[in-house]
């Protein structure tokens, strides 16, 4: 019998725009953010409380999460994205602004605890590794999920060998940008706000391609209709199946190398993430090695 497990291709679902949106404060970053559909708005920076903001963001059926209610504390965060991707709700796109401030604050809090251990990058790595779990977590939902980040400058060398700012970039993680759809990089000429497509896996989103920041423009070139499409929710592992798991982990031999690639292979970090059916393929894996 074939190992081959490939499928005749079919048609891709389109999916909810999963986007990182960066640039200098005051180009109308937030302000974009807010228009999209029952926005699930997670505030760090304290920024979008005033009242402009705020009946913007009822207006377009939104909630409002707040450093008072843990905004800037990564399990919080983790926990949000969780309960967002397994519950039923109305909402239809979650916004985190901003992202840089939550990295940062990560970053920080890791260096003072390290003090003059802190070498080759060591107080990034809790941070790195949270924000690996919260992509995992923005793939897995199906909702419209909005990254914002400040930005911040980018060096590189210059033809005579010295080292000069080539440019600006988004100010976080430097994978994030490829975990996602798309990266726009936001300027300010006068009145006019542009979106610079700065990483697309689009063809209708070009790199390098400019076009006007406005909702209206992006939510017809992405689709309307899939935007604003309520969210669909997914199954987590049981209690039992978890207890069932830490069961057959004690007496079946499973090499550390075959759990790495099914977390790997489910988008996941711990057996909690797994949904339903992706730990009851486990299960029924280490049952036939019992047999």
Same mark, same amino acid.
């Given at each position: 019998?074939?190992?081959?497990?490939?499928?005749?291709?079919?048609?891709?679902?389109?999916?909810?725009?999963?986007?990182?949106?960066?640039?200098?404060?005051?180009?109308?970053?937030?302000?974009?953010?807010?228009?999209?559909?029952?926005?699930?708005?997670?505030?760090?920076?304290?920024?979008?409380?005033?009242?402009?903001?705020?009946?913007?963001?009822?207006?377009?059926?939104?909630?409002?999460?707040?450093?008072?209610?843990?905004? !800037? *504390?990564?399990?919080?965060?983790?926990?949000?994205?969780?309960?967002?991707?397994?519950?039923?709700?109305?909402?239809?796109?979650?916004?985190?602004?901003?992202?840089?401030?939550? =990295?940062?604050?990560?970053?920080?809090?890791? @260096?003072?605890?390290?003090?003059? $251990?802190?070498? =080759? #990058?060591?107080?990034?790595?809790?941070?790195?590794?949270?924000?690996?779990?919260?992509?995992?977590?923005?793939?897995?939902?199906?909702?419209?999920?909005?990254?914002?980040?400040?930005?911040?400058?980018?060096?590189?060398?210059?033809?005579?060998?010295?080292?000069?700012?080539? #440019?600006?970039?988004?100010?976080?993680?430097? $994978? !994030?940008?490829?975990?996602?759809?798309?990266? !726009?990089?936001?300027?300010?000429? #006068?009145?006019? &706000?542009?979106?610079?497509?700065?990483?697309? &896996?689009? /063809?209708?989103?070009?790199?390098?391609?400019?076009?006007?920041? *406005? =909702?209206?423009?992006?939510?017809?070139?992405?689709?309307?209709?899939?935007? *604003?499409?309520?969210?669909?929710?997914?199954?987590?592992?049981?209690?039992?199946?978890?207890?069932?798991?830490?069961? !057959?982990?004690?007496?079946?031999?499973?090499?550390?190398?075959?759990?790495? $690639?099914?977390? /790997?292979?489910?988008?996941?970090? @711990?057996?909690?993430?797994?949904?339903?059916?992706?730990?009851?393929?486990?299960?029924?894996?280490?049952? #036939? $090695?019992?047999?």
């Amino acid at each position: 019998m074939s190992k081959l497990k490939a499928k005749d291709p079919k048609t891709a679902e389109p999916s909810k725009p999963k986007l990182l949106i960066s640039g200098p404060p005051g180009v109308g970053k937030t302000w974009f953010s807010l228009d999209f559909p029952s926005v699930y708005y997670i505030d760090t920076e304290g920024g979008a409380n005033l009242g402009h903001y705020t009946e913007r963001l009822k207006n377009s059926g939104g909630v409002y999460l707040g450093r008072e209610d843990g905004s !800037l *504390d990564p399990d919080t965060i983790v926990e949000q994205f969780n309960a967002l991707a397994t519950e039923k709700h109305s909402y239809k796109t979650v916004v985190l602004d901003s992202i840089t401030k939550l =990295f940062g604050s990560m970053v920080t809090k890791e @260096q003072e605890r390290l003090g003059d $251990k802190d070498a =080759f #990058g060591a107080s990034k790595k809790p941070a790195i590794a949270f924000m690996r779990r919260l992509v995992a977590w923005a793939d897995r939902l199906d909702m419209s999920v909005v990254f914002i980040a400040h930005e911040t400058p980018e060096w590189g060398i210059d033809q005579t060998g010295q080292r000069t700012q080539i #440019g600006v970039k988004a100010d976080v993680w430097d $994978k !994030l940008a490829y975990e996602l759809h798309l990266w !726009l990089h936001v300027e300010k000429r #006068g009145p006019q &706000r542009t979106a610079i497509v700065r990483k697309s &896996r689009l /063809t209708g989103f070009p790199d390098g391609e400019r076009f006007p920041l *406005d =909702f209206a423009t992006f939510s017809d070139r992405w689709g309307k209709d899939v935007i *604003d499409k309520p969210a669909t929710q997914i199954a987590l592992a049981s209690p039992e199946q978890l207890d069932e798991v830490k069961s !057959l982990l004690d007496t079946v031999k499973v090499d550390p190398t075959a759990i790495e $690639k099914w977390f /790997t292979k489910a988008g996941v970090e @711990q057996w909690e993430d797994m949904t339903s059916d992706q730990i009851a393929a486990c299960i029924k894996f280490m049952k #036939g $090695k019992l047999k």
